[in-house]
């Protein structure tokens, strides 16, 4: 890992979109279960900024990849947004990971 002039390739990303979604609630309408979903967009080019990305069959605008992931957390447990947010990022670099390992 370099700076971009260094770099033999470029990997940038975006947080796109953050919410949370009650999947259960109790008697009280207290949410139980939460659901948090993020929208990261990214993508990848080398030095002289050609697209490292696979083909797609679909246009995709500016070459730019999204991926979306959820996970859920129970207050009641113990967890939390931060909890959440981790597992789904965790998730998501694994997705880019995937992505950067394809045949393209």
């Known amino acids: 890992v370099v700076h971009t002039p260094g770099a033999d390739s470029v990997l ?8 949370k979604n009650v999947l259960s609630e109790d008697i ?22 050609n697209s490292l990305m696979r083909p ?4 995709v605008a500016d070459d730019f990849l999204s991926v979306t992931q959820a996970a859920s957390f129970v207050p009641e447990a113990g967890q939390s947004v931060a909890t959440a947010r981790f597992l789904g990022l965790e998730r998501i670099a694994n997705q880019v ?4 390992e394809s045949p393209w």
């Open 56 to 59: 797609y069959t679909v246009p």
């Open 28 to 49: 009280n309408d207290n949410p139980r279960d939460i659901e948090f979903v993020l929208g990261f967009r990214f993508h990848w080019t080398d030095a002289a900024g």
């Open 12 to 19: 940038r990303g975006t947080v796109v979109s953050e919410h």
């Open 97 to 100: 990971v995937g992505e950067m």
